[in-house]
């Protein structure tokens, strides 16, 4: 049974930065497509940024224009666990953040990320920026 555990969460001023992780276990798959998700109250959930491995092997990462320079995703192999660290960090980024996977490459392309399309999800983190 996957199983995706984010954490890392919290409250911070404008300008601040945080680091959300994301641990995944009883995934079996050799290609990964990992995502981060956001979803404000009233808004629907978006993606973030996202990144494809192959038995471990780092292939590509894309982002979001609004967290572009300023997110970045990352995947430690050994601990398999997906990273986000957000620094910059703005207002508008408060928001209930998750983390998602699957096999698929055509998912971690997809412009915009597309929510529907991951199996495998988290319970979210909330992420608060205070101006």
């Known amino acids: 049974q996957v199983q995706l555990v984010e954490s890392g969460g919290g409250s911070v001023q404008a300008g601040g930065s945080l680091r959300l992780s994301c641990a995944i276990s009883?995934?079996?798959?050799?290609?990964?497509?990992m995502a981060w998700f956001r979803q404000a109250p009233g808004k629907e959930r978006e993606g973030v940024a996202s990144?494809?491995?192959?038995?471990?092997?780092?292939?590509?990462?894309d982002y979001a224009d609004s967290v572009k320079g300023r997110f970045t995703i990352s995947h430690d192999n050994a601990k398999n666990t997906l990273y986000l660290q957000m620094n910059s960090l703005k207002p508008e980024d408060t928001a209930m953040y998750y983390c998602?996977?699957?096999?698929?490459?055509?998912?971690?392309?997809?412009?915009?990320?597309?929510?529907?399309?991951?199996?495998?999800w988290g319970q979210g983190t909330q992420v608060t920026v205070s101006s």
């Open positions: 990144i494809y491995t192959i038995s471990g092997t780092f292939y590509y990462a």
């Open positions: 998602a996977a699957d096999v698929w490459d055509q998912l971690c392309r997809a412009r915009p990320l597309a929510a529907g399309g991951f199996d495998y």
């Open positions: 009883g995934y079996a798959y050799t290609s990964k497509c």
